[in-house]
């Protein structure tokens, strides 16, 4: 346990996290004033606050996540003797996806979508800034790959298209505390995409044309900015994946 919170002691923490123990082959372990119990695989959440265990804190079981309910100390965890452990360190750091959510949330304020003017304007403006600064990638849009900003302006495709991909941000900043649906929806994403056979590092470069758009609408602090790469890096974590299990071609 040392050595796992040693190798993170830099790392930027969010108020409170919970680490993670996955013991494998653990015959029984024994509760605090209970009677053993046998299991094959069980996984302990301690808490930890600012890089330490808060032992203010109680023992969290499986599954119970509410710091209100207090069972067992970190101190009070006896495992049977002699037993075969392997120890697996993960960081469960819920606490952060919400705050990446949060951030980029509030850096989409300024590229809302809807039916007004302005919102449709938003959507335009992404294709103007995306054509303008990375005219190579007009090759995907076809019949468009010679568009300039002002042929975006006057587009009906591209005022559809541009509510379109906005929107998509909007859904992956929204559901990004919710890692289950956001990868959901990364794979529907990428399932959508499959006729287009995009080069599969693009997605995660979409993030830095994303991010360079919304520098045209707001300020981006240092934090929003780290969100956005956050989500990002996610993303495409989980599209390579995808695409690898679907037998595509993946970064």
Not at 21 to 38: C, E, R
Not at 48 to 67: C, N
Not at 145 to 167: C, M, P
Not at 209 to 224: Q, R, S
Request: glycine share 4%.
């Amino acid at each position: 346990i040392s050595h796992a919170l040693k190798t993170r002691q830099h790392a930027q923490w969010p108020s409170t996290s919970f680490l993670t123990i996955k013991l494998d082959g653990v015959s029984s372990f024994t509760h605090l004033s209970s009677a053993p119990i046998t299991t094959t695989f069980t996984t302990y959440l301690f808490p930890f606050h600012q890089g330490h265990f808060d032992h203010s804190i109680s023992y969290l079981p499986p599954i119970v996540y509410r710091p209100s309910i207090h069972l067992l100390h970190w101190h009070s965890l006896a495992l049977a003797h002699h037993l075969p452990l392997q120890f697996h360190f993960h960081f469960r750091e819920s606490t952060m996806s919400v705050e990446v959510a949060r951030l980029c949330k509030t850096s989409l304020l300024s590229a809302n979508v809807g039916t007004g003017e302005n919102e449709v304007q938003n959507g335009r403006d992404f294709y103007k800034f995306f054509f303008t600064n990375y005219p190579t990638l007009r090759v995907y849009f076809k019949g468009a790959e010679n568009f300039t900003a002002d042929d975006v302006q006057k587009s009906d495709r591209f005022e559809k298209q541009g509510q379109r991909i906005l929107l998509a941000t909007h859904i992956l900043a929204e559901t990004f505390a919710n890692q289950d649906v956001f990868k959901a929806y990364v794979r529907e994403t990428i399932n959508r995409h499959r006729i287009y056979k995009m080069d599969p590092a693009l997605w995660l470069a979409f993030f830095t044309v994303f991010t360079g758009y919304l520098e045209t609408k707001t300020k981006l602090d240092d934090a929003t900015k780290k969100a956005w790469a956050e989500l990002g890096k996610v993303f495409n974590e989980e599209a390579q994946t995808h695409l690898k299990n679907s037998g595509l071609p993946h970064a």
